[in-house]
């Protein structure tokens, strides 16, 4: 593909299916607004997740579980406005789907219209598969998150990986073939050992996206901010490949000099030109 080329043939869910079939890895990233959508498109990335994650790197919070439902919807439209090619997953916040089944339903299926999203994604165990069936039921697709789930960090006081038991392994797959069944389109895993998604591809059938999970799974979705440089101190498992921190910095500092310098607002015709040389501009004498 073109890298310059936005047009490329649409990614659907049924593209995923078919890449996972076939062993090929599918590439997703976070996003959260449409002008990185439509850069991250045209490199040919697969699925731009529209994660919870906007609460700490678009608001500002130290929290996921702070960020606001109607600004996710707003930010999920963005992004699908800018990548109309790419599977666009939006992330299911904090109490959106906790209190009961109605507002659950109604709230998911705000982000298919009001935001757009081809497939929603929600943390989940198995005790959520109920839910995970009357969207299904409602024509919403899922997906949905097992292992380490960020939305829980207050009751682990803090974010910590899963799946280091043979219990915790157990119950990770249990999870997540119950959620298939319930009518699960995907699956997302999070901060699990090697083995543990590799016994959750085993025994599912849909794609499934690692994150911090080995090398083994359909996907990879890592934070873009931890890929490019600009966070201070990503997780272990989400090595930068660029520094784009430094370089927004070094350029806002050149941004900052040449105001003070005031080259900046002048139009080329207002450049000042160097005075003409005298050998250029004496006029032939008339004696």
């Known amino acids: 593909m073109n890298t310059h080329d936005s047009h490329r043939l ?4 049924k593209t995923l299916r078919k890449m996972a079939s076939a062993g090929e890895a599918f590439a997703a990233l ?11 498109q045209r490199a040919g990335v697969h699925v731009l997740l529209v994660g919870d994650t906007a609460a700490e790197m678009i608001l500002g919070y130290t929290r996921t579980i702070d960020m606001p439902l109607d600004v996710l919807i707003a930010l999920t439209a963005g992004v699908k406005r800018g990548a109309p090619s790419t599977v666009v997953m939006a992330d299911m916040p904090f109490l959106s789907y906790h209190t009961n089944d109605d507002a659950a339903i109604r709230n998911a299926g705000r982000f298919l219209t009001e935001g757009m999203a081809d497939i929603v994604k929600l943390e989940a165990d198995a005790s959520f598969a109920p839910l995970v069936h009357k969207l299904t039921r409602a024509g919403i697709p899922v997906c949905a998150h097992v292992g380490t789930r960020p939305q829980q960090v207050a009751l682990t006081g803090g974010y910590v990986a ?5 219990k915790q392994a157990a119950q990770i797959v249990a999870d997540a073939v119950a959620l298939e069944q319930a009518g699960a389109v995907m699956l997302l895993i999070e901060a699990v050992p090697d083995a543990v998604a590799a016994d959750v591809l085993k025994a599912t059938t849909v794609p499934v996206i690692g994150i911090g999970a080995g090398s083994a799974t359909h996907g990879q979705v890592l934070v873009l901010q931890d890929l490019l440089g600009l966070t201070d101190n990503p997780p272990p498992f989400a090595r930068p490949i660029a520094q784009l921190g430094p370089q927004i910095q070094a350029a806002a500092e050149n941004y900052v000099q040449m105001v003070s310098e005031r080259r900046i607002g002048i139009r080329p015709d207002q450049a000042v030109k160097s005075p003409a040389s005298p050998s250029t501009t004496a006029k032939p004498s008339t004696n």
């Open 10 to 13: 649409p990614v659907t869910i």
């Open 30 to 40: 976070t996003c959260y607004d449409a002008t990185t959508a439509r850069w991250l």
């Open 162 to 166: 899963t799946g280091k038991t043979p």
